[in-house]
């Protein structure tokens, strides 16, 4: 059974930055990466997603312009490059991946998911 192995999480001061890994850990056919996050006592947010077959990107309008998302196709892996982060990018950080996703940051379709890496944004 795939799973997604996440790295670099961790604790960033305001404006500072962290780069995401997601690592598929066997050989599947994915042509959806999706990044997502969970602050405490909210409700799960897609904040970007990558369509692999043509590099296609999406972001949330909360991230847009600060974060980026790339992939290796050759290594199965999805990055997500956080700049100028803020207190409220606080939240664990979830990526997930999937096939012929129709709606790329709503995580219902997608049906692998990595076990969560803290970001902590501090004032």
């Known amino acids: 059974q795939v799973q997604l192995v996440e790295s670099g999480g961790g604790s960033v001061q305001a404006g500072g930055s962290l780069r995401l890994s997601c690592a598929a850990s066997?050989?599947?056919?994915?042509?959806?990466w999706g990044w997502f996050r969970q602050a405490p006592g909210k409700e799960r947010e897609g904040v970007a997603a990558?369509?692999?077959?043509?590099?296609?990107?999406y972001y949330s309008g909360s991230v847009k312009g600060r974060f980026t998302i790339s992939q290796d196709r050759a290594t199965k892996t999805v990055y997500l490059q956080m700049n100028s982060l803020k207190p409220e990018d606080t939240a664990m950080y979830y990526c997930a991946a999937g096939r012929y996703i129709a709606t790329v940051l709503d995580s219902v379709e997608y049906n692998i998911w990595g076990q969560g890496t803290p970001v902590t944004v501090s004032s």
């Open positions: 990558i369509y692999t077959l043509d590099g296609s990107r």
């Open positions: 066997a050989d599947t056919y994915i042509t959806n």
